[in-house]
């Protein structure tokens, strides 16, 4: 249902895949894939279709009962997953501090506890990472990684974006 109608506007606007991937900043398998109903766009890119092909999104998404109940539970995942993400950095943060600063004798660590302290913060920091990737899939772009709305070019190396 979604798909086609964002198919008709898209070819009632005049415009190609590429055309409409390029303004929304994502690929054009990406515009295939939500025209085939394979995925749903997240809300910040209903938004730039909206305003591309010059329609509301009530009539882009009205019946389309499916697509509001993933976008809704999308969007409670990435709510949720932000807060891990800062929860797990204040853990990081917390651990650090706790192994390298000096103590007084009465609260110093062994070697045990302070081995065991830096397991904990290696293994926070996947789950640090873990949560970062949560969120990309979800949020469809490289969430903390590219400033919003601008175009990521993968033909050129990371470090030139």
């Given at each position: 249902?979604?798909?086609?109608?964002?198919?008709?506007?898209?070819?009632?606007?005049?415009?190609?895949?590429?055309?409409?991937?390029?303004?929304?900043?994502?690929?054009?398998?990406?515009?295939?894939?939500?025209?085939?109903?394979?995925?749903?766009?997240?809300?910040?890119?209903?938004?730039?279709?909206?305003?591309?092909?010059?329609?509301?999104?009530?009539?882009?998404?009205?019946?389309?009962?499916?697509?509001?109940?993933?976008?809704?539970?999308?969007?409670?995942?990435?709510?949720?997953?932000?807060?891990?993400?800062?929860?797990?950095?204040?853990?990081?943060?917390?651990?650090?501090?706790?192994?390298?600063?000096?103590?007084?004798?009465?609260?110093?660590?062994?070697w045990?506890?302070?081995?065991?302290?830096?397991?904990?913060?290696?293994?926070?920091?996947?789950?640090?990472?873990?949560?970062?990737?949560?969120?990309?899939?979800?949020?469809?772009?490289?969430?903390?990684?590219?400033?919003?709305?601008?175009?990521?070019?993968?033909?050129?190396?990371?470090?030139?974006r």
């Open positions: 249902m979604f798909g086609e109608r964002l198919a008709a506007a898209r070819r009632a606007k005049g415009l190609t895949q590429d055309q409409l991937a390029t303004t929304c900043c994502v690929a054009r398998q990406t515009i295939s894939s939500w025209e085939n109903g394979r995925s749903y766009p997240d809300l910040a890119s209903l938004v730039r279709i909206g305003d591309t092909l010059g329609v509301s999104l009530d009539t882009l998404l009205k019946g389309d009962a499916a697509m509001r109940a993933v976008l809704a539970k999308r969007e409670r995942l990435v709510a949720d997953s932000r807060w891990v993400y800062w929860a797990c950095y204040g853990v990081n943060a917390a651990l650090i501090l706790l192994l390298t600063l000096p103590w007084p004798s009465p609260f110093a660590m062994g045990g506890a302070k081995g065991v302290g830096f397991a904990l913060l290696f293994l926070n920091a996947a789950a640090v990472e873990r949560s970062r990737t949560v969120l990309t899939k979800l949020s469809g772009r490289r969430w903390l990684a590219v400033r919003p709305g601008r175009p990521v070019s993968y033909d050129r190396p990371r470090w030139h």
